[in-house]
């Protein structure tokens, strides 16, 4: 395991015993999270229907593609349900896709999002040969050492608004993780990093 784990209080373990983090499993790299959750000993569903959003304590919106997404959102209703858990304090993390489907607008592509997060992103937004690309990131919030960001088709922050915490650039300047209350999404994979510290930031939000 790369780095440490930020959930360290003994309070912070006696909370995390009883979380239940769900997982939106309609469409993309849900298993990955999951897994990321087993290995931090906290309970993760699959979430399919909306009535499984009941008693969770966070929801993670997994990265695949956010216009299938978001079509299989429309055709199961989570829509409505997922905006009002969204805009009620509760703890969702959006990564790549994920961060597509919470922005408030996409420029360069006409849809509909949930539009809980007060920012604009750019899809697909690294151009065609650099689709792909791997980077150490500076993320100061998850400690000195950089975070391996997986980034695939991935899109980035391209204005926030005044509530919305940038948490990490590239070394051109591009925002790429962004924190709103407990609204946490990052354009890159956390997922597939071998690397335990960006899902612990995020529980922090749920605690
Ligand atoms: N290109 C995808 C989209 O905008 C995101 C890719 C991903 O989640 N890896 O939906």
């Avoid at 919106?61 to 805009?87: H, V, W, Y």
């Avoid at 304090?89 to 896709?97: D, I, K, W, Y």
């Avoid at 993780?177 to 922090?204: C, I, M, T, W």
């Amino acid at each position: 395991m790369v780095g440490r784990v930020y959930l360290s209080s003994s309070v912070a373990d006696r909370e995390k015993l009883h979380m239940k983090i769900g997982v939106l499993a309609l469409q993309g790299s849900f298993i990955e999270h999951m897994r990321v959750m087993q290995r931090l000993g906290i309970e993760a569903l699959p979430v399919r229907l909306p009535g499984e959003l009941d008693g969770l304590d966070g929801l993670i919106i997994p990265g695949g593609e956010s216009t299938t997404m978001l079509s299989l959102m429309k055709s199961f209703r989570f829509i409505q349900p997922l905006k009002e858990l969204a805009q009620s304090e509760f703890p969702v993390l959006g990564t790549c896709a994920g961060m597509v489907c919470l922005a408030k607008q996409v420029s360069n592509y006409e849809m509909e999002t949930l539009a809980v997060m007060d920012i604009v992103v750019r899809r697909n937004a690294f151009g065609r040969q650099i689709d792909s690309f791997e980077a150490e990131l500076p993320v100061p919030a998850l400690g000195d050492e950089p975070f391996h960001a997986v980034f695939i088709r991935a899109p980035f922050i391209e204005k926030a608004g005044s509530q919305v915490e940038i948490l990490a650039k590239l070394s051109d300047g591009t925002a790429v993780v962004a924190r709103q209350g407990k609204l946490v999404v990052a354009a890159f994979h956390p997922e597939l990093a071998n690397d335990l510290r960006f899902h612990s930031y995020f529980l922090e939000a749920v605690i």
